[in-house]
């Protein structure tokens, strides 16, 4: 996940503020999520702290928020007012963006104020894994947004 973000980054990095805005969140979020799935640091196949759990949980929250209620309302906002409109390909994707927030939001209530040990940790561990498996989907969904957004303003309307 982290070498696809370099590469949007890479691809879309001072584009536009709200762009780079949201590429950050999201890099906040991967090094988050590295820390508690046991990816990074010294807690590498460790259960996270609950102080690293919370952390993730917020940075999560913090993500899912400003893409439903800045960023996308941004993006879509400055793309509409030079003229376009949505059509059923960018419909679809925000709606594929939407689908994968219930199931992070359902992490965050899970564990946000959870202690967890070794009684709980299989749960833990098959959870944050399928956390990883969605926010990566999420992450490409949104990619694909930003590609269709960034295409379209590259063509004058009615050109």
């Known amino acids: 996940m982290l070498n696809k973000l370099e590469k949007a980054q890479q691809q879309w990095g001072g584009y536009s503020d709200v762009i780079d805005y949201w590429l950050t969140l999201r890099q906040e979020l991967l090094v988050e999520y590295s820390k508690v799935a046991g990816l990074s ?55 594929r963006i939407v689908e994968t ?13 959870f202690v967890l040990d070794e009684d709980n940790f299989a749960r833990f561990d098959n959870d944050i894994s399928r956390v990883g498996e969605i926010m990566e989907l999420r992450f490409e969904q949104e990619d694909m947004l930003i590609q269709l957004i960034a295409d379209s303003l590259s063509i004058p309307p009615g050109a």
């Open 101 to 113: 927030t219930e199931p992070l939001l359902t992490f965050n209530d899970k564990y946000s104020a």
């Open 41 to 95: 640091g010294s807690n590498k196949n460790c259960l996270p702290t609950e102080e690293a759990l919370n952390r993730f949980c917020e940075a999560l929250v913090d993500y899912i928020s400003a893409g439903h209620f800045k960023i996308y309302d941004m993006v879509m906002s400055r793309w509409q007012s030079t003229g376009f409109s949505s059509n059923s390909e960018i419909d679809t994707l925000y709606s």
